[in-house]
């Protein structure tokens, strides 16, 4: 349930697809949900990616002053594009509510970055060891002229429950960074305080044009 407090703050709405359907199709309908969306009050930003190693999945991170707003828009908007969830080739849709508990923009917004880190959650150790480790984690990156920045988000219905986001305004360089020494041990320290999922994506509004 969400708070009187909690509805008036910011909120991140992330959404995640599996689909059979082609890569351009696909893309083409879930660019232009995202970009009707845009267009509506209370809509502050977005970042649309596909997950690198996992063909056909794709997540959708949208920021939205106050919940209100939001509900009018997902609940009260007849004109808006269906989406993917149209598509008869998507076999799995899930939507998550946040709020942020930690965002440093350094170099652009996650829209500009040619790659980005999704870290999935499930705390065992103690929100805040598990907050403080993440931070750890970002500031062994920070020296990377190419890092882009952070966010890390915690679920509004379960707050054991964390996305985490990094990026990189290039892809080499979030490579890089991945490999060394010091991102690896403040990995494994995340790891200890939280069950995790680590995977890379990149923004398909790059790679799809919209359609006509």
């Known amino acids: ?3 009187q407090r909690e509805g008036d703050r910011e909120l991140t709405v992330v959404e995640r697809f599996t689909t059979k359907a ?11 949900y995202a970009r009707y969306r845009e267009s509506r009050k209370g809509f502050v930003s977005r970042v649309t990616v596909a997950l690198t190693d996992r063909p056909g999945a794709y997540v959708h991170l949208e920021r939205w002053t106050g919940l209100d707003r939001l509900l009018r828009v997902v609940h009260q908007d007849p004109a808006a594009p269906a989406g993917p969830r149209g598509l008869a080739t998507t076999l799995r ?3 998550e509510l946040l709020v942020s508990v930690g965002r440093m923009a350094v170099n652009g917004s996650p829209s500009d970055a040619e790659r980005l880190v999704l870290v999935r959650a499930l705390v065992t150790g ?15 990156c920070v020296s990377d ?26 892809a080499a ?19 200890a305080t939280a069950h995790i999922t680590v995977e890379q994506a ?11």
């Open 22 to 32: 082609a890569r351009t199709v696909f893309e083409r309908e879930l660019l232009g």
């Open 173 to 191: 360089a979030c490579e890089h960074a991945r490999t060394s020494e010091g991102y690896r041990v403040h990995r494994a320290k995340l790891a």
């Open 93 to 95: 849709t899930e939507a």
């Open 1 to 3: 349930m969400v708070s």
């Open 202 to 212: 990149h923004p398909v509004d790059r790679d799809t044009p919209p359609a006509p």
């Open 145 to 170: 002229e190419a890092f882009g920045g952070s966010d890390l988000l915690r679920s509004v219905a379960d707050p054991r429950l964390y996305t985490g986001l990094l990026w990189w305004r290039k």
């Open 126 to 140: 103690g929100a805040e060891r598990f907050e403080l480790a993440f931070g750890s984690l970002v500031g062994q």
